[in-house]
Structure formats: C-alpha cells, structure tokens
C-alpha cells in the first residue's frame, strides 16, 4: 500500500499536467500550493497549449473544464487523506479523470488546433518521469 506522502505526491504530478483556471487568466499566485505549484501548472499549460492562440470563448470554456476536474481531484485527495483507500485505483481514476478533461479541451478546440494539441500532449514528459542524460554506448 502506497503512504499517504507518496499519494499526495503522485497526485500532485497528475496535477502538474492538468491546467488550472488560474494559470492562463493571471489568478492569485500560488494557486493555494507550496512548493513551486503554480509554475508548474502554468509551465505544463503551456507545454499543452504551444504554438495554438485560443480566443477568450475557448479560454473561458477550457477554465470551466479545468476548474471542473480540478474541484474533483480535490475532493479524491481529500477523502484519501481519511486513510486507507486503494491506491492504485485512485491514480487509476485520476488518469481516468486526466484523460476525460483532456477529451473534453480537445472538443473546444478547432481541428487545426487538435492537431497541435495531441502533438503537444504527446511531446509532454510523463508524471514521475526522471530524465535521465542519454547512456554512452
């Protein structure tokens, strides 16, 4: 069973690749996290949204996806913190979560931009992948 510590930290980087409302429109700083939250989130919005200029109908609706599965991960999380649980079905709702605001941005988007939205998904770093300096060989 995984700890508690490494839950929040798991949870934590399936929050890095989300996009938080904030982000974008110029919230608070923070977001209410420690450790650099805030940066992480915007950086990983725009490692999503590079090369791909939405207008503000499509920056409000993505916000309100956002804020959507960002209200529900905070919930998960909160009710992991009564203890026990299992785990590995938690990160597996999370990703399921993770993929379903994914689907729903993508429909907000134009089919040129979609193009560019899954280029830019799958050029992302992995959660919890280390990068490693290429082996001499």
Not at 5 to 34: D, F, I, P, W, Y
Not at 123 to 137: D, H, I, K, S, V
């Given at each position: ?43 990983a ?6 090369d ?7 920056t409000?609706?993505?916000d ?46 134009t ?27």
């Amino acid at each position: 069973m995984m700890s508690l510590h490494k839950l929040v930290a798991v949870a934590a980087l399936l929050v890095t690749v989300s996009v938080q409302v904030e982000a974008q429109g110029g919230g608070r700083a923070g977001g209410g996290q420690r450790g650099g939250g805030a940066q992480m989130q915007q950086r990983a919005r725009e490692l999503m949204f590079k090369d791909i200029t939405l207008d503000e109908t499509q920056t409000k609706k993505i916000d309100s996806i956002t804020a959507a599965t960002m209200a529900k991960r905070q919930e998960m999380m909160q009710a992991a913190r009564g203890g026990g649980g299992d785990m590995q079905a938690m990160r597996t709702q999370m990703q399921a979560m993770q993929a379903d605001e994914r689907k729903a941005i993508r429909e907000v988007l134009t089919p040129e931009q979609q193009v560019q939205f899954d280029k830019n998904i799958e050029a992302m770093p992995t959660p919890g992948a280390r990068q490693r300096p290429p082996e001499n060989r």
